[in-house]
């Protein structure tokens, strides 16, 4: 299921549970956004070609649009030195490091449902 990012963020300021759960996942979804964060999160602090070459498979442009989403979900800053050529970092926030909680629940989760999927799918012999 995929989630509209407008709408889902602009829910009314309730603590209503399908909604900030719907937030997170606009926020969190999708291919690559937490391959960019666990990407950051083990390296700290990662130039765009480094975190090309941490990432498989994805494009430029790919890459550009989520960690500008990113940077405008605060997940992460961007930092710009004035230099030539030009030098750009990038890093997660505090509200990124936040995440650590989730991705570690994300990836229990996964691999019991992994395990779980395994045992259901009957060997051909």
Known sequence: MSYNRTSVLHCENTFNADCSVEAALAILGGKWKLKIYKALRFKGVLRFNEMRAAISDISDKTLAAQLKEMEADNLITRQVYPQVPPKVEYRLTE???SLEDVF????AWGKIFIKDKN?????EV
């Open 104 to 107: 570690e629940a994300l990836d």
């Open 119 to 123: 045992k259901q799918i009957p060997i």
């Open 95 to 97: 509200l990124g490091k």
